[in-house]
C-alpha cells in the first residue's frame, strides 16, 4: 500500500484558479486574466464629456466579485457618491475615492458596452491592461469572474 500511496502523492494535482473573462454576446472570448482569491483588477475608462479617467475596483473574494472601491476625479454627469455605500475621501486633488464599497455582484458577472474612442475601457489586473474598447467599441460584453481548472 506504501508504493500506491506514493504513486498518487506524485500524480499532478488541477488546481483551481479563477479568471476574470470578457465575452462578446456570442460567447466569443476576448479577455482573460488569472485573478487569485484575495487579488484585485480595476475597469478603468475616461469620462465621456470631461475626459478624465475613472476606476471601479473589485476583488475576488471567496470566488465571488466584489466591487470595493471607485475613484472619481469629479462628480461629472453620470458620476457621484451614494450615501450608505461606501465611504467618500478626498484623493488630495480635488477628486474622490469611495472606499468600502464592499458590495457582491449579482452572479459574478455584468454587462458593459465599452465606449469608441477615447473613452477606452480597460480591463487592469496588476501591470496587465487589457483594451475593451479596442476589440468591442460599443459591443455588449460580459465581465465575469470565473472558477477555472489549470
Known amino acids: 500500500m506504501g508504493i500506491a500511496l506514493l504513486l498518487f502523492l506524485l500524480l499532478p494535482i488541477a488546481a483551481v484558479a479563477d479568471a476574470l473573462v470578457a465575452t462578446?454576446?456570442?460567447?466569443?472570448?476576448?479577455a482573460r486574466l488569472t485573478v487569485p482569491?484575495?487579488?484585485?483588477w480595476c475597469v478603468l475608462w475616461h469620462?465621456?464629456?470631461?475626459?478624465?479617467?475613472?476606476?471601479?475596483?473589485?476583488?475576488?473574494?471567496?470566488g465571488h466579485m466584489v466591487l470595493v472601491s471607485a475613484h472619481l476625479p469629479d462628480f461629472a454627469?453620470?458620476?457621484?457618491?451614494?450615501?450608505?455605500?461606501?465611504?467618500?475621501?478626498?484623493?488630495?486633488q480635488g477628486g474622490?475615492?469611495?472606499?468600502?464599497i464592499d458590495e457582491?455582484?449579482?452572479?459574478?458577472?455584468y454587462v458593459l458596452r465599452p465606449g469608441a474612442g477615447a473613452v477606452d475601457h480597460r480591463l487592469q489586473v496588476g501591470d496587465?491592461?487589457?483594451s475593451l474598447s479596442a476589440v468591442a467599441p460599443r459591443e455588449r460584453v460580459q465581465i465575469a469572474l470565473t472558477r477555472n481548472l489549470e
Open 77 to 92: 454627469a453620470g458620476l457621484d457618491h451614494i450615501p450608505g455605500r461606501g465611504r467618500q475621501v478626498t484623493d488630495g
Open 96 to 100: 474622490y475615492f469611495i472606499l468600502d
Open 104 to 109: 457582491p455582484v449579482p452572479g459574478d458577472a
Open 128 to 130: 496587465t491592461v487589457i
Open 47 to 62: 469620462h465621456s464629456v470631461q475626459g478624465f479617467e475613472v476606476s471601479d475596483c473589485y476583488e475576488n473574494r471567496g
Open 24 to 30: 462578446r454576446e456570442d460567447g466569443t472570448e476576448i
Open 37 to 40: 482569491e484575495g487579488t484585485g
